[in-house]
């Protein structure tokens, strides 16, 4: 089959290369059977900071929980919230 693909846009952002994919099929827009495997062994995702003010008692139960379990109290308390927000 041999089908005239369209055009991919120029995106602003990363949020609105996304909103475009999750409403749009890939196949439209790339011949896949050309495609080609990669690894991409240093690729991390988009991060943001942010401040979070917390009570001081239970940052103290946060550092003993991630002392206990040998890991930095922020990667414990960034595991806890990726837990607490799958969707099942």
């Given at each position: 089959m041999?089908?005239?693909?369209?055009?991919i846009s120029?995106?602003?952002n990363e949020a609105e290369e996304r909103r475009f994919w999750e409403t749009h099929d890939s196949s439209?827009?790339?011949?896949?059977?050309?495609a080609e495997r990669v690894?991409?062994?240093n690729l991390k995702p988009s991060t943001?900071?942010?401040?979070?003010?917390l009570p001081v008692t239970?940052?103290?139960?946060?550092?003993?929980?991630?002392?206990k379990r040998d890991v930095?109290?922020?990667?414990?308390?960034?595991?806890?919230?990726?837990?607490?927000t799958e969707t099942r």
């Open positions: 041999n089908m005239k693909l369209k055009s120029k995106f602003r439209n827009y790339v011949d896949w059977s050309k690894r991409l062994p943001t900071s942010i401040s979070l003010r239970l940052l103290e139960r946060i550092k003993v929980a991630a002392n930095p109290y922020q990667s414990l308390i960034k595991t806890w919230l990726a837990e607490k």
